[in-house]
């Protein structure tokens, strides 16, 4: 039965993912591990919508690695270039040795934050990137509805910035929904709730790590996501707060309908399980 639920803590070796609030995580095997989309520095709405410049909180980003035990993680993979996705995980590279993984215009946020070269890898759809055991695969996808059912911030980044800059300056790139294969199995992070029929076509997924902010319909929504790949557990992203610190606690953003997808899910999904997330503890899932 689909509900919300937990799973035992992370066991030493097995697939563990850890939440970070909005649509990041660290997804790791016991041996090997990697960041998604990693967004820490968090900032209030006046300061978003002003165009104040956002300053990357590197106090934060090291108290996040340590918490997530990401301190050796092999790479920062960014599925499009928002402030919210992209604007901490030069930084989470830099502090950790691992490589920036993104689109082009991720990686002009990668180059203006000072990034060298060889930490920066630019992918399209269609590209593979491998850490370990983990094959990550990057497949195009569409960002979910915005403010009045707009996309925030369209357009591409094709120069390098140097930080701070204000949100306007995260243009949205190319926005990939992320595969990820495992011996121990698939899950797919969809850092955005747009989507299209036929997205996710001829994949089979274990779980996904599923942005649920600006989904639209969610019956449409979960029929060319979690329905179309066979995922058997879901953990919602992207429905927390993440205007005020993720310390400040959980508060969701009011146009989430968390009710809603919970009970459309349990109809559509009778299968499936939807685990919530907490920041900073990781869940079991393999
Ligand atoms: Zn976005």
Redesign the pocket.
């Known amino acids: 039965m689909a509900g919300a639920g937990t799973l035992p803590a992370k066991t030493e070796r097995g697939l563990s993912v850890t939440w970070m609030g909005t649509a990041g995580f660290l997804v790791a095997d016991g041996r090997d591990s990697f960041f998604i989309d990693p967004y820490v520095s968090r900032y209030s709405l006046f300061r978003v919508l002003a165009g104040l410049p956002l300053p990357p909180r590197t106090d934060l980003v090291r108290r996040w690695i340590e918490r997530t035990g990401g301190a050796s993680a092999k790479a920062v993979i960014v599925s499009?270039s928002?402030f919210?996705?992209a604007l901490d995980a030069p930084f989470f590279a830099a502090e950790t040795g691992a490589v920036l993984v993104g689109s082009e215009s991720t990686a002009n946020v990668g180059r203006g934050a000072g990034l060298a070269k060889r930490s920066i890898k630019s992918v399209r759809p269609g590209d593979v990137f491998r850490a370990g055991d983990f094959t990550i695969r990057f497949i195009e996808s569409v960002?979910g509805f915005g403010l009045f059912g707009r996309t925030?911030y369209p357009g591409v980044i094709d120069a390098p910035f140097s930080p701070p800059g204000p949100a306007a300056a995260y243009r949205?790139g190319t926005i990939f929904s992320i595969v990820i294969e495992h011996p121990l199995g698939t899950l797919v992070h969809h850092g955005?709730a747009g989507h299209y029929p036929g997205m996710l076509r001829g994949l089979r997924a274990d779980a996904m790590l599923l942005c649920i902010t600006g989904r639209g319909n969610t019956a449409d929504y979960l029929g060319n996501t979690v329905i179309a790949c066979g995922a058997k557990t879901v953990i919602p992203s992207h429905f927390d707060d993440f205007f005020r610190p993720l310390d400040a606690g959980p508060r969701r953003l009011p146009i989430v309908r968390m009710k809603e997808f919970l009970r459309t899910t349990r109809t559509l999904c009778p299968d499936t399980r939807v685990v919530m997330p907490e920041a900073g503890r990781a869940i079991a899932l393999a």
């Open positions: 499009h928002h919210d996705h960002h925030p949205l955005s």
